[in-house]
T-cell receptor, first 112, second 113 residues
Framework: EDQVTQSPEALRLQEGESSSLNCSYT??????LFWYRQDPGKGPEFLFT?????EEKEKERLKATLTKKESFLHITAPKPEDSATYLC?????????????WGAGTKLIIKP | NAGVTQTPKFRILKIGQSMTLQCTQD?????MYWYRQDPGMGLKLIYY???????DKGEVPNGYNVSRSTTEDFPLRLELAAPSQTSVYFC????????????FGPGTRLTVT
């Protein structure tokens, strides 16, 4: 069964303190792994898609990496505006309906 | 280009009432999805559609119904509302020809009392 597990559930950092969020996944064949940001009271906002192990993508202070079993979202020198819940999802290569299997998210809080 | 829009933003229903959550996208995406999100839980797929006239059940379809008469619109119908349907509902769309990511609307917060 396809499954996504995110850790930690919550992470509190000081402004400027770099860290990483983890997304572990089990899927019979990976079409893509997706990272989203969700602010309170809003819909998820797409950040990155990673397709194969070794791939990396960056956006401002965020860098996403992918291995065959997990993905990391690295946050470098975060600012308070990076506070949000970060969601990870995978898509099975055999799914012709392009459904996403979601993790429960990591709530990131950056204190000034 | 508004993306995915949802109405209403908030709604309170009494047990047994019915309502329709509206979803419209202007990106000409074939694929559309309805999710519910409960506190501390991941997004759960309710129903999805791969094109006008074609819909199918997701992980948690009980108590809901959908239709897809046009590419743009994908309404979600709640019949005989129950407290277990209290949740935040998100509509999303995607176009696998351009990439596999889904784009989300702002959500509808529904309370059933």
């Amino acid at each position: 069964e396809d499954q996504v597990t995110q850790s930690p559930e919550a992470l509190r950092l000081q402004e400027g303190e770099s860290s990483s969020l983890n997304c572990s996944y089990t899927v019979s064949g990976l079409r893509g792994l997706f990272w989203y940001r969700q602010d309170p009271g809003k819909g998820p906002e797409f950040l990155f898609t990673l397709y194969s192990a070794g791939e990396e993508k960056e956006k401002e202070r965020l860098k996403a990496t992918l291995t065959k079993k997990e993905s990391f979202l690295h946050i470098t020198a975060p600012k308070p505006e990076d506070s949000a819940t970060y969601l990870c999802a995978v898509q099975n290569l055999m799914d012709s309906n392009y459904q996403l299997i979601w993790g429960a998210g990591t709530k990131l809080i950056i204190k000034p | 280009n508004a993306g995915v829009t949802q109405t209403p933003k908030f709604r309170i229903l009494k047990i047994g009432q019915s309502m329709t959550l509206q979803c419209t996208q202007d990106m000409n995406h074939n694929y559309m999805y309805w999710y519910r999100q409960d506190p501390g839980m991941g997004l759960k797929l309710i129903y999805y559609s791969v094109g006008a006239g074609i819909t199918d059940k997701g992980e948690v379809p009980n108590g809901y119904n959908v239709s897809r008469s046009t590419t743009e619109d994908f309404p979600l119908r709640l019949e005989l509302a129950a407290p277990s349907q209290t949740s935040v509902y998100f509509c999303a769309s995607s176009s696998p020809g351009g990439g596999y990511e889904q784009y989300f609307g702002p959500g509808t917060r529904l309370t059933v009392t």
